[in-house]
C-alpha cells in the first residue's frame, strides 16, 4: 500500500486534531509499529505529532486542563468545553510561536522541583490577554463558545487564567500536603492561600477548586483546607465560602451509598467489586471530614455523617443476610426424609443455574472486597459471623456430595462434579483459595474412581 493522498490524509488530520486526548494516546500506541506500510507510516507522524503538541498544550495549560472535560457539565465545579482548549492554544500558537518554541524546548527536561515554569507562565499571561483583548480569531471563537455554555463562563476562566502561575507552584507542594501534612507545609498552603486571595477577593474558593482538579481524588483538598483554616470547626466552616467542599463531599457520600445499596447481583464479579470499592471509598470520605472538621455530635453535619455512618453499615448489613440465599440457589438443596428426621441434602438432578451462580459470585465477592473496611464501618462483628457461618454450611454440602459419589448415589457424578467446582469456588471467597483447591483435589480424586474427566469450571454469567 502506497503512501497516502494529501486529501485523505487531511481528512485523517482533521479526526486526530478533534480527538479526545486518550483517543489519540490509543492511536499512538496502536500506530507503535508500523513503520514498514508507508499509509500508516504516514498516520502514524501525524499522530506522533499531534501526542507531543497535546503534551506541550497541557504543560503549559496545566492549572485549568483538568476543567475541560467532555460529557454532561457537573452539577458543581468548574467546566468548560473541550474545543475552547483546542482554540485557545491554536490562538497561542499563531500569536506566539517564539514563545512556544521556547516552552517546548523548556519541556523536553523539565523536572517540576527544579526547573523554571517560567515559560509555560509567559504563554498563561498571552493566552489570558489574547483572550481579553478578543482579537484573534482563534481567541473570539473560544469566547463565543465558553459563553454559549452559560454567561460568564469566559470570565470564570479568565479568573482561572489569573491563579494559573500561584496553582501551579503550590500543584508541585500538593502530594506532600495531602499525603503528610506538617506545620511546615501548614505554613506554606497558608500563604499560598493568602496570596491567592490577595489577587482577587472571590479567588480562595477558586484556588482550592484549581488544586482539587490536579488531585486523583479531588475531595482531598479538605486535607488542605483543614490545615489552612487549623482544623475548623463545623460551625465556623458552614459559615464561610469554602463551606461548598465539606457538603461536595457529604454529597458524593450519599451518591456512592445509594450505589452500594442498589447495586445488582446480576452485575457479576465486576459489579462486587465495584460495589466493595465504593464501600471503601465511603470509609475513607467519612474519615477524611470526621478528621478535617471538628464535628458537633447531634445535628448538622455531625449528625448528617453519624447518619451516613449509620446507613453505611445498615446498607452491607442487608447485602450480608441475602448471602445465605444467593448461596442456596446456586448450591441447591432438598428437602429428605431419614427415619423421622427431614433433613436438607444436595439436589443434584439439573445443570447448575448459571444466573444464580452470577449472582452468588457477585455478592461473595463484595463480601470479600468490604473486609478491610469493616471495623471502620461498623459491620465486621455481622460480617465475620455470616461468613463462618456459611463457610460451614458450604463445607457440610461439600461432603455430602463426596459421600454420594463415593456410594454412587448421583445418577451422574460429572454433574455433581460441576456443583463441587461451584462449591470450591464458593469457598474461594468464603474462606481462602487453599481451601477451596482441597476441594477440588478430593472432587478429582472422587471422581477418578469412575472416569478419568476432570471437573468442569462453574458456568457464571459473565458481568
Known sequence: MGALPDQKL??????????????????????????????????????????????LRNA???????????????????????????????????????????????LVDFRPDESSPEPFDDLVDIAAHGLRTARQKDYVAAIALLDGVAPGTARNLLACLDLAPLVR????????????????????????????????????????????????????????????????????????????FAERLMD????????????????????????????????????????????????GWGGRIHKQKRGLADGVEGRLRDLEKVIGQALPTQSMRIARMVKQAPKIIGEPDAKAVNRAMSLLTF??????????????????????????VVDAYVEEVLALIKDQEVSDP???????????????????????????RRANSALAMGSDVGLEAPRAESA
Open 10 to 55: 487531511q481528512i485523517v488530520r482533521t479526526l486526530v486534531e478533534t480527538a479526545p486526548d486518550q483517543v489519540v494516546s490509543s492511536l499512538q500506541m496502536a500506530l507503535a509499529s508500523a513503520g514498514g506500510d508507508p499509509a500508516l507510516a504516514d498516520v502514524r507522524r501525524l499522530v506522533e505529532n499531534e501526542a507531543a503538541d497535546r503534551r
Open 60 to 106: 503549559v495549560l496545566s492549572p485549568v486542563v483538568p476543567f475541560f472535560r467532555a460529557g454532561p457539565r457537573p452539577t458543581y465545579g468548574m467546566a468548560f468545553p473541550p474545543r475552547a482548549l483546542s482554540m485557545i492554544w491554536r490562538g497561542l500558537k499563531e500569536e506566539a510561536p517564539a514563545e512556544v518554541a521556547v516552552a517546548s524546548r523548556a
Open 169 to 244: 507552584s503550590s500543584a508541585i507542594r500538593l502530594p506532600d500536603w495531602v499525603n503528610r501534612m506538617t506545620e511546615e507545609r501548614a505554613t506554606a498552603a497558608r500563604l499560598a492561600y493568602r496570596d491567592a486571595v490577595d489577587a482577587a477577593p472571590d479567588s480562595g474558593p477558586r484556588f482550592f477548586e484549581m488544586l482539587a482538579a490536579q488531585l486523583a481524588q479531588p475531595w482531598n483538598i479538605l486535607r488542605v483546607i483543614s490545615a489552612v483554616m487549623d482544623r475548623p470547626s463545623e460551625r465556623y466552616l458552614r459559615d464561610c465560602e469554602l463551606a461548598t
Open 252 to 299: 458524593e457520600i450519599d451518591a456512592n451509598l445509594k450505589s452500594v445499596i442498589t447495586f445488582s447481583l446480576d452485575t457479576g464479579v465486576e459489579g462486587g467489586m465495584r460495589a466493595g470499592a465504593l464501600v471503601e471509598l465511603v470509609t475513607l470520605q467519612i474519615a477524611e471530614l470526621e478528621k478535617g472538621v471538628e464535628l458537633v455530635k447531634e445535628g
Open 367 to 392: 463480601t470479600e472486597s468490604v473486609r478491610t473496611s469493616a471495623n471502620y464501618g461498623g459491620f465486621a462483628s455481622m460480617r465475620s459471623k455470616t461468613v463462618k457461618e456459611l463457610a460451614e
Open 414 to 440: 460429572q454433574l455433581a462434579g460441576r456443583y463441587l467446582e461451584i462449591a470450591a469456588a464458593v469457598t474461594s471467597l468464603l474462606q481462602d483459595s487453599r481451601v477451596a483447591d482441597i476441594i477440588r
